[in-house]
C-alpha cells in the first residue's frame, strides 16, 4: 500500500509542478497586458511601484528587490526620469549612494492607474475567498522558501 501512495505522491509532484509552470504563464500573461496598457513595462512598473508604496528607495536596493543587475536597472530608471516620472538625488548621509524617488508627475500617474492595476488582480484572484486567498499566499511562500534553499545546497 505504501508503494502506491508514493507513486500517487510522484505523480501529484509532477502534476502540482506542471499546475504552477502554467498558472504561471497565464497570470504573466494578463498582468504583462495590464501594464502595457500603460505604456510601461513590468521593470517600469515594479520601480514607480515600490517607489509608491515605500517612498525613495536607493538604487541598488530597487534593483535587488526587483531581482535585476545593476546595469539593467539603470536603464529603467534612465528611462522613467526621461518620462518626469522619478528623480535621482544623492543620500544625504552617504554621499555614495543614489537615492530615487518618484516625481509628482510620476506620483500622479502611478495614483491613477493603480486602481486600474487592483482591478486587474481582482479580475484575476476575486473568485477566491479570503481563506483561500491567505492559504494560497502561505503556500506559495512555503514552496518558495523551500526552493530558495535547495538552491543553496550543493549537489
Given amino acids: ?9 510522484e505523480k501529484d509532484y509532477l502534476k502540482l ?15 504583462k497586458k495590464d501594464i502595457q496598457s500603460y505604456q510601461l513595462n513590468t521593470s517600469e512598473f515594479g520601480t514607480l511601484e515600490l517607489l509608491y508604496h515605500r517612498g525613495a528607495q536607493p538604487m541598488q536596493s530597487i ?18 526620469e526621461a518620462k518626469d516620472m522619478i ?13 530615487v524617488e518618484l516625481t509628482k508627475a510620476g506620483h500622479d500617474f502611478f495614483e491613477g492607474i493603480f486602481k486600474h492595476h487592483i482591478e486587474a488582480l481582482s479580475s484575476m484572484y476575486g473568485h477566491l475567498t ?18 530558495k534553499e535547495l538552491q543553496g545546497e550543493k549537489s
Fill in 1 to 9: 500500500m505504501k508503494l502506491v501512495i508514493n507513486m500517487q505522491r
Fill in 17 to 31: 509542478t506542471t499546475v504552477l509552470f502554467r498558472t504561471m504563464q497565464h497570470v504573466e500573461s494578463v498582468i
Fill in 63 to 80: 534593483a535587488s528587490r526587483l531581482l535585476m543587475a545593476n546595469s539593467s536597472m539603470t536603464y529603467v530608471i534612465d528611462k522613467l
Fill in 87 to 99: 528623480q535621482r538625488r544623492q543620500d544625504e548621509s552617504d554621499k555614495r549612494v543614489i537615492m
Fill in 130 to 147: 479570503q481563506e483561500e486567498l491567505l492559504l494560497l499566499i502561505q503556500t506559495l511562500k512555503k514552496v518558495g522558501y523551500r526552493a
